[in-house]
């Protein structure tokens, strides 16, 4: 048994983990108990990575035009045609889209070429969807892009102050954290501030369900109360703030009374007066936000209302206080650091002349770019008005997460060359690649990452590399050979591309600049190999830092990286979203992710993952599903002025009336009309660029097919388009699931079965023509091999009881009479517990028949909850 200290590929928790790999390849996954982001624990996506390693759907060998090549070709035809299309059109025609899930190192080297040798700025990361908020607030507070605190100052705080943020579905390891703090200390507050109530509210004190994109009137009105009722700090805003006044001044004006903030907020005037008393009597504050807060045009201006707020009472950079953003990815923060960003230089730089010339220096740099480059939503726009001939794509899927989807999707397909870098074979980018470039994945990966508090740790190999498969800093490396930079791009190892990146970071540095590393210098590879997570800046030459063992906490001095040397307070006048709802398009679209899924589904698509939810949603109020005629589980169309959307309702009071959520991850490798970001409109923040994904205007209706099913199949079937409007295919733990829909029919169901999916020997059938109802099942060898249940409606038969029996190795007359008539024994649907895959149903009858009043007794009655936690908060809610 071997066993490899490694970080999860997921959220920006950072989580450790051991992977123990035995003699037969093996991988067991657990926690690690010395990382101090988890100390042990992981939540039901890290806990899942054993069953993730597999080398299905793996993109194994690089390929031109979908034909496997060798590398040299591959290579060379991506570096002489860079250099023809910079000779022909200049550096602006090329690009990269880069990803959060890239290790700092293929980061740096992708960095590199792009701004110190190509010569354009044009390098930007999907980080921008989820964060670039945050960073360009810190920037305009502090002069830097510096998180100030850590995971132990939400623990150790009074007050913890959740905006936009539903940390228990998409931190959750952070939130258990939290949820033990709060047991151990009964009298520490918690406020989520969301429109909508998530399962992050299962241990809030008090939901604040605020009208969505009204933020800004409730923080300026909270720096207005504080100054009126004398809570503010003057001796810390004497000595390391500038700008309260005008900052005041503004807050004022634009916030109002307390009625003119409840009218903005739709919150209660009591309710608003309680929270600004709460925060005012508790110096120990954080205040932690996240997509609901960056992803939108006025993300930049939210982030600082929130600083502002901690500015003018001195909450800042003592042990449980300061405003605390959370990254969406592994290493989003590593792609900040390196400067991966079309804004940004490189380490914390800018394109001003000093940092242009020392990088230039540094880098010895043939082509330095001296201007930012395209944001991302720009430089899709490039790429599809003809001006960027070449993108290369690495470790993401645009045409799935981007807003506009269907203009991202039709810019690659016209796109001269698409390259893209990736460990998955298919999905809905690589289809649009001219070069495909095989990767690694995770457990193959060597270099580090970032967390959301500045933890730099390891990710490290515990398998082999499969195939012609290579890790992202030597393709981009072999490119840059190629193209003639030979010696700037001369690596071996991830560990020579770090050393490099850490003594940028100390380049006549001297203090000035926050991102330092330099204290780590000099290493051998089998230091950077043994590396132990450690916050930065980790230096002994600068103030900020508290040295070589890295700096838990910044701005304790009160010093800031701003030319006066003292925090910005900005003026903020709120604005609302870019496009409001009307008549045409009456519902506000809240996009975001679900608990057990991670991005667009390409590596978190298995069947334990999916038994939470599997098949994407909308959830509606039952009110105004009510007025629209839908029922739970009905079939709805969404639509924007962009798209059309198609997926179930789901009716819940969590929901506030006028506002709709759907899931972020559905792609169209999986269901023919689930990707939600065809709807929503590219509209960025005019500061950070971050799209506003959090406020689309839309409409819903039900669709009413004329017939829905089902089918379940041993085998995974190529499904025919025709008589086919709705499809989803869904990987379960013993089959293939598909659920349909289509307007309208074949003749004979039948035919239509053997027709597409071959002729079999055995079969049971029947058919109630009156009703609409088909059911047919297929066994070979007294197996169930696939059975379909077609009816006029969602009204179909459980399909959790039916995927049971293709465990049998014989069915039972009693198993056989179900496959006719759908009715089953099985009382579980949706699952609660993904890790013991126990559902809602058979939690409410133990919970009733065991009067079962903890999360602890369900743990011991019938396991659920008892291991990774996941799915604490949804047992909470059961309980209660
Ligand atoms: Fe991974 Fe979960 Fe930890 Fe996030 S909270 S890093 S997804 S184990």
């Known amino acids: ?77 991506v570096a002489t045609e860079f250099k023809q299309i910079i000779e022909q059109y200049g550096p602006q025609a090329i690009a990269f889209y880069v990803s959060g899930q890239l290790l700092t190192e293929d980061y740096y080297v992708a960095n590199k070429l792009m701004k110190g040798f190509i010569g354009a700025g044009n390098i930007d990361t999907n980080s921008r969807l989820c964060m670039s908020s945050s960073l360009s607030g810190y920037k305009r507070a502090f002069g830097s892009d510096t998180v100030p605190g850590n995971y132990e100052d939400v623990e150790q705080s009074d007050l913890v102050v959740l905006v936009g943020s539903n940390l228990a579905w998409c931190h959750p390891i952070l939130f258990q954290r939290l949820m033990i703090a709060k047991e151990k200390h009964p009298n520490q507050k918690i406020v989520v501030i969301d429109p909508r109530h998530t399962a992050t509210c ?72 309680e929270f600004f008393q709460l925060f005012a009597d508790n110096k120990k504050v954080v205040t932690l936000y996240s997509q609901g807060v960056n992803q939108s045009t006025s993300g930049t201006d939210k ?66 770019a001296t201007s930012p480059g395209l944001k991302a939503i720009d430089l899709f726009n490039a790429v599809h008005a003809g001006e960027v001939k070449a993108i290369w794509i690495m470790a993401t899927n645009p045409v799935v997460s981007l807003p506009n989807a269907n203009l991202v999707k039709q810019a690659l397909a016209e796109c001269e060359l698409v390259i893209v870098s990736d460990c998955v074979r298919d999905n809905d ?39 012609e498969t290579k890790a992202d800093w030597w393709i981009l490396s072999q490119v840059a050979q190629r193209m003639g930079y030979e010696k700037a791009f001369a690596y071996n190892s991830s560990a020579d591309i770090f050393r490099e990146y850490v003594a940028l970071s100390g380049y006549k540095n001297e203090g000035t600049r926050d991102f330092d590393l330099s204290g780590l210098l000099p290493f051998s590879d089998e230091e950077y190999q043994a590396l132990k997570p450690v916050q930065w800046p980790i230096c002994d030459s600068s103030e900020h ?70 098949e994407s949603y909308v959830e509606i109020h039952p009110n105004d599903a009510q007025t629209a005629n ?120 039948n035919l239509w079965l053997h027709h597409n999916f071959g002729a079999n020997l055995e079969w049971l059938e029947y058919q109630d023509r009156a009703n609409g109802c088909y059911n047919y099942a297929n066994l070979i060898q007294d197996r169930l091999n696939i059975c379909m249940f077609i009816g006029k409606d969602e009204n179909l038969p459980n399909r959790h009881g039916l995927i049971q029996l293709f465990t049998r190795d014989k069915l039972t007359p009693a198993e056989r009479l179900a496959l006719l008539t759908g009715h089953n024994d099985e009382h579980r649907n949706n699952t609660i517990c993904a890790c013991f895959n126990v559902g809602h149903n058979e939690l409410v009858a133990a919970i009733k028949e065991y009067d079962l009043k903890t999360v602890a007794q369900i743990g011991e009655k019938i396991q659920a909850g008892s291991n990774c936690g996941s799915c604490i908060p949804e047992l909470k809610a059961l309980l209660k």
């Open 1 to 77: 048994m071997s066993s490899t200290q490694t970080t999860c590929p997921y959220c920006g928790v950072g989580c450790g983990i051991i992977a123990q790999t035995d003699s037969t390849k093996s991988v067991t996954i657990q926690g690690d108990k010395s990382h101090p982001a988890n100390f042990g624990k992981l939540c039901s996506k890290g806990i899942a990575l054993s069953g993730t390693l597999g080398l299905e759907g793996r993109l194994l060998h690089p390929e031109i035009d979908n034909n496997s090549c060798d590398w040299n070709t591959a290579l060379d035809k």
């Open 202 to 273: 299962e241990i809030a004190d008090t939901h604040l369900a605020i009208k969505a994109g009204s933020d800004i009137w409730l923080f300026n009105g909270l720096l207005d109360f504080l100054r009126h009722n004398d809570y503010l700090d003057y001796e810390y805003l004497e000595q390391a703030t500038d700008g309260f006044a005008a900052a005041f001044q503004t807050a004022r004006e634009s916030s109002g009374s307390i009625s003119g903030i409840s009218q903005r907020t739709g919150l209660e005037e009591e309710q608003i007066l």
């Open 303 to 368: 982030v600082n209302s929130i600083i502002n707020c901690h500015l003018a009472t001195g909450r800042l950079g003592q042990v449980g206080m300061g405003p605390f953003s959370m990254t969406g990815q592994p290493n989003a923060m590593g792609g900040r650091e390196v400067g991966a960003l079309a804004n940004q230089l490189a380490s914390h730089m800018d394109f001003s002349a000093e940092h242009c010339d020392l990088v230039q220096e540094f880098w010895q740099a043939s082509n330095i």
């Open 429 to 467: 980018t690589t289809a649009h690649a001219n070069v495909l470039f095989p990767t690694l994945a995770w457990g193959e990966k060597n270099g580090t990452v970032t967390n959301s508090e500045r933890r730099i740790s390891r990710q490290r190999t515990f398998l082999p590399a499969p195939a």
């Open 545 to 614: 830092c508290t040295g070589l063992r890295g700096t838990e906490r910044m701005f304790a001095d009160k010093r800031f990286f701003t030319s006066s040397g003292k925090a910005q307070f900005i003026s903020i006048t709120p604005r609302p979203p870019a496009s409001l709802p009307d008549i045409k398009f009456p519902f506000v679209l809240n996009t975001g992710r679900i608990r057990d899924q991670w991005h667009t589904m390409t590596r978190t698509g298995i069947a334990r993952l999916l038994r939470h939810t599997g």
């Open 630 to 749: 839908i029922n739970h589980g009905s079939l709805v169309t969404v639509s924007s002025r962009l798209g059309k959307w198609m997926g179930r309702a789901k009716l819940t009071t969590n929901q506030q009336m006028g506002n709709l959520f759907i899931p972020m991850h559905f792609n169209s490798q999986t269901s023919n009309c689930a990707r939600v970001d065809v709807l929503v409109a590219p509209h960025t923040d005019p500061i950070s660029g971050q799209p506003e994904f959090k406020h689309t205007p839309v409409k819903i209706s039900a669709y009413r097919p004329i017939w829905q099913g089902f089918i379940l199949s041993k085998q995974p079937l190529t499904l025919p388009t025709k008589d086919i409007d709705y499809s989803v295919k869904i990987l379960s733990d013993n089959c293939w699931r598909y659920e349909l829909a289509g307007e309208t029919k074949p003749d004979n169901w």
